[in-house]
């Protein structure tokens, strides 16, 4: 038992060292640059620390808050394959943000009625216009063909089933002839098929190129083409359709949108919550500490380390995993302080009771644990179950505090039974043992 307990200790203390690194890398890079300044021998040679930045929502650092609304109504798709065309939209707007180097940006799908809608927040761009120049400047492609009642002076075309969706990449060219800047595109599998029929069907008349709804070009259809690929020629610069091929290659949007609503939180105002609930969490520690220290004395201080080390574990997993840190994430975080400490207060009253039977020391401490795991186990893992079904039909604030609350909730049984259990197990054999008013007994 003594080898266990010190390997347990050893394991607890390297652990703690680990997390505190993780969550705490600048004092120690500041140690490490003093020792050398100093040019202490051997410790003027350590690296520094990696510095692993939490990672703030929308609402704490600040940022963008966009809506657009899908425009079916001007599209092809049916009403059956519109879910699909919304996760494709969301897909393609999260790799356009992604381009600009956002931090994990929030993308989410929203119905109002009998509209489809895209929520997009992009934290710390706080330049409205620059985040709706993100977005907005993705085209929206589609080929569209000659109507049976064509008129040369006025031209009309009605949808085909190729759109942008389709599109494997594109790329510049330059006409041979005139160097006028050329767009080249390629289609996928399926796309190459599409244009293969259309291009069939359409032999001896005009296939129109369509972006964000404008005509961009409309050439007459010689003969099939077969192999998916494709060009677009019109009156814009190199720097235009330069632009053009890149805001293709970061995906063409499968349904037009229309942005509705945009919003801006300042950056201060983030801080300003983010520092009341640094200060909310830290004031429930301390409450925490004092109300375990003053009913169970020695056990509720171990309780307390053991809190304090659970506190490290789950900052630094934040960090590491990582998660977006929102509002409701922290106060998920919080929250879990008191959970966490729940595990304990069952701990302590089961071992009082084995106390009272006559049992010694280490007796009531294991019975304790182990009467008491049923328990614990079930209730936090009712608790876990919440968390999932709020992740799975929650918006993105609701699972950020779900995802925070499941992270607390397994740190947490942990924290009480293997490194509070490693502390008691210290002390068993030793003279505080025999202390009776130190374990409330």
């Known amino acids: 038992m003594e080898n266990k307990v010190k390997n347990n200790l050893i394991f607890v203390g390297i652990l703690t060292v680990v997390v505190f690194c993780l969550v705490f890398p600048q004092p120690i890079n500041q140690g490490i640059n003093w020792f050398k300044e100093k040019g202490v021998p051997l410790l003027e040679k350590l690296p520094n620390l990696p510095v692993i930045n939490f990672k703030l929502g929308l609402d704490l650092q600040g940022g963008s808050h966009l809506v657009y609304q899908a425009d079916f109504a001007s599209s092809t798709i049916v009403a059956k394959d519109q879910k699909e065309a919304m996760q494709g939209l969301r897909d393609v707007i999260e790799r356009r943000v992604n381009l600009f180097g956002v931090a994990e940006p929030q993308v989410a799908i929203q119905e109002a009625g009998d509209k489809q809608r895209l929520v997009v927040d992009l934290s710390g761009v706080t330049d409205v216009n620059k985040a709706i120049e993100m977005i907005g400047k993705t085209p929206y492609l589609d080929f569209r063909q000659q109507t049976a009642d064509f008129n040369a002076e006025n031209p009309t075309f009605e949808a085909t089933q190729l759109n942008g969706k389709y599109l494997k990449k594109a790329?510049?060219?330059?006409?041979?002839?005139?160097?006028?800047?050329?767009?080249?595109?390629?289609?996928?599998?399926?796309?190459?098929?599409?244009?293969?029929?259309?291009?069939?069907?359409?032999?001896?008349?005009?296939?129109?190129?369509?972006?964000d709804n404008s005509l961009i070009s409309a050439p007459n259809v010689n003969e099939e083409i077969a192999g998916g690929k494709a060009q677009i020629t019109g009156q814009f610069s190199v720097q235009e359709a330069r632009n053009m091929v890149r805001n293709f290659n970061s995906g063409a949007l499968p349904v037009p949108i229309t942005l509705i609503s945009q919003n801006t939180i300042g950056p201060s105002l983030g801080m300003v919550s983010l520092n009341t609930s640094l200060k909310a969490g830290l004031f429930g520690f301390l409450a925490v500490c004092i109300f375990m220290i003053g009913f169970y004395r020695f056990s509720g201080l171990l309780a307390s380390v053991a809190l304090a080390i659970y506190s490290l574990i789950?900052?630094?997993?934040?960090?590491?995993?990582?998660?977006?840190?929102?509002?409701?994430?922290?106060?998920?975080?919080?929250?879990?302080?008191?959970?966490?400490?729940?595990?304990?207060?069952?701990?302590?009253?089961?071992?009082?009771?084995?106390?009272?039977?006559?049992?010694?020391?280490?007796?009531?401490?294991?019975?304790?644990?182990?009467?008491?795991?049923?328990?614990?186990?079930?209730?936090?893992?009712?608790?876990?179950?919440?968390?999932?079904?709020?992740?799975i039909f929650g918006t993105s604030f609701v699972k950020g505090f779900a995802v925070a609350l499941s992270l607390g909730v397994l740190v947490s049984m942990f924290s009480a039974i293997i490194i509070t259990k490693t502390l008691m197990r210290f002390f068993i054999g030793t003279k505080l043992e025999k202390i009776k008013w130190l374990w409330r007994q």
């Open 171 to 211: 790329d510049l060219g330059f006409n041979q002839q005139t160097m006028a800047p050329e767009i080249l595109l390629e289609f996928n599998s399926d796309g190459a098929e599409l244009f293969r029929q259309i291009t069939a069907k359409n032999v001896g008349k005009r296939l129109a190129i369509f972006i």
């Open 314 to 391: 789950l900052l630094s997993l934040f960090k590491v995993i990582p998660v977006t840190l929102t509002l409701a994430g922290v106060g998920a975080a919080i929250l879990s302080i008191g959970m966490a400490v729940d595990a304990n207060v069952l701990i302590f009253e089961r071992q009082k009771e084995e106390r009272r039977k006559g049992e010694n020391f280490k007796t009531s401490l294991e019975n304790g644990f182990s009467r008491a795991w049923p328990s614990i186990r079930d209730s936090n893992f009712n608790t876990l179950i919440i968390a999932l079904i709020m992740f």
